[in-house]
Each structure stands twice: as structure tokens, then as C-alpha cells.
């Protein structure tokens, strides 16, 4: 069965940086499905030989109503990335979804650990205000990592959660000289493998490339269940 398709208008951009912008977009033809925080929709990028299909996760939370945020890189020969940039207060572009496994659809009912790099923030923004969206005693941390500080998306309205709700601990981790992933690694493993034994945590992991599924794996054979490690690799 073919999927509904939905168009929207884009009504406001926001640039973070040279190579870093959000598209707030607002449907105009049926109504933005109810969506889990985590899911993405996929935009119909149409080039001059061939129409590109690409996944962009949803950065808004589903209680914020519309306009919802994508949010993406300019990435080096990437055409589809291109055609994004080039987008202008006005224009329309079609999609389908909302989709996804990598999801939290309730408050956690256990300590919590979320950990992201750049781009990949996306999905943890939602899920992070879903985790915190109700009254509990447990802990939720979300280690942010970035080569340079302003490579830190949303990093004040973090700051603010970090001082309004007592349980959240926000730690930003500027990487400078090392590996990003490698920096990762030790500080989850000093702190969660090596640092106690207590092995009832959820882990909720974005980011690019393999470093993510290394991150999985040292917590997997730490001992930690399969389920309890959500992950996702762009």
C-alpha cells in the first residue's frame, strides 16, 4: 500500500551556523500525523535526473503542534543537502511519515543516559523533554558532543532544563585533539562500565558512523541488556 504523502510550506529558517540550518515547516495539504519524539518523515528531494528520497529526523517535540523543525548539515557533495540549503521562507516540499523504531514514547522508569553528537541531537531533543515530562526520582543525564562549542545545538535551552529540573544533568563535551568517539567511549566507560556495577540503565544513542555501534557494544558486553541500549546510526 502506498504511504500517504503530505506537502508543507517552509515557515521560518534558522541558521546556526556556515553549514548548519533548521526548516520549520508547516503541512498544507491533510494534517501531520501524531508522531513518537525520535521518529523522522521522508522528503522528496527532486533533482534534475532522478528523484532522491532522504530521511530528516523530526526536531520538535509532537505536543508543540506545527510548525515542526528538521534540522541538517551542508554535507560536502551531498546534492540532496544542497537542495535542502537552497530552500527559501515559502517553498513547498513533499514527505511521507512520520517513521521510526528510535523512539521513547513514556518517561523512563529507570536512570536514564542519552548521548549525541551535532546533528544527531534530533532525535534526543523530544525524547530528553518526554523523559522529563513527568514527576520522577530517577536521574537522566545527556552527554552532548561537539569539536567546538558552537557546534552545540540548543546548548542554553539544555542549560535551562539542566537548572529547572533538579534530576537532569546536562554535560557538553567539547572534543579537541582526540577522537570524538573515542572520548566517548572512556567517559561512558569510566563512568557506567568501569565506574560501578549497577547495570539497570537505559542508554539512548545517536550519531554518525560506526562510533555508534562501538558504543553499543561496549555497553553490551559490559553486561548491560540488548533492550536497553536504543541506538541509531546515520
Known amino acids: 500500500m502506498e504511504r500517504p504523502a503530505y506537502r508543507a510550506r517552509v515557515e521560518r529558517i534558522l541558521e546556526h551556523s556556515a553549514d548548519t ?7 498544507v495539504t491533510g494534517r501531520m500525523p501524531f508522531y513518537s519524539p525520535g521518529m523522522f518523515i521522508s522528503v522528496k528531494i527532486p533533482l ?8 530528516y529526523t523530526i526536531a520538535t517535540s509532537p505536543e508543540d503542534g506545527e510548525p515542526f523543525e ?49 546533528t544527531a541531537v534530533a532525535p534526543i531533543r523530544p525524547m530528553l523533554r518526554r523523559a522529563l515530562s513527568q514527576p520522577c526520582s530517577h536521574s537522566v543525564h545527556f552527554i552532548y558532543a561537539a569539536a567546538k562549542p558552537e557546534r552545540l545545538l540548543y546548548r542554553a535551552e539544555f542549560e535551562s532544563l539542566a537548572v529547572t529540573n533538579s534530576r537532569f544533568r546536562f554535560e557538553p563535551l567539547i572534543v579537541q585533539g582526540k577522537e570524538l568517539y573515542e ?14 556495577g549497577e547495570r539497570r540503565r537505559d542508554f539512548f544513542l545517536c550519531g554518525i558512523g560506526s562510533g555508534v555501534l562501538k558504543l553499543r557494544d561496549l555497553l553490551r558486553g559490559a553486561g548491560y541488556e540488548r533492550r536497553a541500549i536504543h541506538y541509531e546510526r546515520w
Open 21 to 27: 540550518r533548521s526548516l520549520f515547516l508547516r503541512t
Open 48 to 55: 534534475p535526473e532522478e528523484l532522491r528520497i532522504r530521511p
Open 70 to 118: 528538521l534540522i541538517f548539515n551542508l554535507v560536502p557533495n551531498g546534492r540532496g543537502a544542497a537542495w535542502m540549503f537552497e530552500r527559501k521562507v515559502g517553498d513547498l516540499l513533499d514527505f511521507t511519515g512520520p517513521f521510526g523504531a528510535f523512539t521513547l514514547e513514556r518517561a523512563p522508569d529507570r536512570e536514564t543516559v542519552f548521548i549525541a553528537e551535532g
Open 183 to 196: 572520548s566517548l567511549s572512556d567517559e561512558v566507560a569510566r563512568r557506567w562500565v568501569h565506574g560501578d
